[in-house]
């Protein structure tokens, strides 16, 4: 059984890892991959940012289940694979998405997080491409929602503290996964000069880590955002897009 190649985006909040996560999607159906995106963060945004509204999530499925019992009886009947597969959105567009949504109770995540792992192992095998677009921080490799890695992504924007973030998700991750290694690429977003970049570069040798690319501070992106416009359409000479592109040559 061939296995789908498994890409994970981590980053602090705020740097940029949901556009890049939308950017990558549109990158990816370009060379006709056939792609499961994971929205793996309770705060849904990605769903969004492709231009999908999440008719269903892991988090309001497992509360079906613990509210009503026939529901529970009939999902026991079901190989968890088809239970997931359902789960699943198809946009139609040669990729479907799982979404994770909510937290099943105030800070614990372990139930959806060993739901939404069932789920990736089981379906892997049907895609070429599963990308995971995780929430800030470092919880969902922590938590172990993730059953494998083939190449982690990392994004941080030109900040000390971004930079903090992205070596706390290598090194659990590093933890975690030891016994199979993973690429690692770090992307630094929302560069404004060349001087941002001669400093980037310089902050992130002191963390350890050579820049795999920089993606400029694009005026496209953020006119998507405010117009709440789908980042697939962004244009493929917009300079987000482009320099993406340029990374992604390199990693395929």
């Not at 056939?34 to 849904?44: C, G």
């Not at 290598?170 to 404004?192: H, I, M, Q, T, W």
């Amino acid at each position: 059984m061939n296995k789908g190649k498994i890409i994970v985006i981590g980053g602090k909040g705020g740097v940029g890892k949901t556009a890049l996560s939308a950017i990558l999607v549109k990158l990816l159906l370009q060379r006709n991959e056939k792609l499961l995106l994971i929205d793996a963060d309770p705060v849904i945004s990605v769903t969004y940012a492709v231009g999908v509204q999440p008719q269903r999530t892991i988090g309001e499925f497992r509360e079906r289940i613990i509210e009503n019992i026939e529901v529970a009886r009939e999902v026991r009947k079901q190989a968890t694979k088809d239970t997931i597969r359902e789960l699943t959105i198809q946009t139609g567009n040669n990729f479907d998405i799982l979404v994770m949504g909510r937290s099943e109770g105030k800070g614990c995540f372990c139930g959806i997080n060993d739901l939404l792992r069932y789920g990736i192992e089981s379906l892997c095998s049907e895609y070429d491409t599963i990308l995971i677009d995780c929430e800030a921080g470092i919880e969902q490799v922590n938590r172990r929602a993730v059953h494998r890695i083939d190449h982690l992504i990392l994004i941080t924007d030109t900040s000390r503290r971004g930079m903090e973030t992205v070596s706390q998700v290598k090194e659990v991750a590093g933890k975690y996964f030891e016994d199979n290694p993973f690429e690692v690429s770090l992307l630094v977003n929302r560069v404004r000069s060349e001087e941002d970049e001669a400093d980037a570069r310089a902050l992130a040798e002191k963390f350890g880590f050579a820049v795999a690319g920089f993606i400029p501070e694009d005026p496209q992106v953020l006119k998507n955002n405010a117009r709440g416009n789908p980042l697939l359409h962004l244009p493929d000479n917009a300079p987000s897009v482009s320099a993406i592109r340029r990374f992604l040559d390199q990693i395929l």
